[in-house]
């Protein structure tokens, strides 16, 4: 099992209807973060940042990755 695979996420994102919203949201977030410049670290918690903001302008409470995996080191 890859430790990828062990990680938790969000279960609203496996709801049919919250799901693609959420995916959405992600798309968005990386775009107004990264725009078309290079990835740095770092920039995983700001896209999760903004997709968070995105989300709860829709009325979706979201976890990211980091709030789902206190105890790992994410970027």
């Known amino acids: 099992m890859d430790k990828l695979d062990e990680l938790k996420h969000d279960p609203q994102e496996d709801d049919p209807k919250k799901g693609p919203i959420i ?4 798309e ?20 999760w940042a903004e ?3 995105i989300l709860k302008e829709r009325g979706i ?3 990211s990755p980091q709030e789902m995996n206190p105890c790992a080191m994410l970027d």
């Open 23 to 26: 995916k959405e949201a992600a």
């Open 61 to 63: 409470n979201w976890k």
């Open 28 to 47: 968005q977030a990386k775009q107004k973060i990264l725009g078309k410049g290079q990835h740095n670290l770092g920039d995983a918690h700001r896209i």
């Open 51 to 53: 997709q968070k903001k």
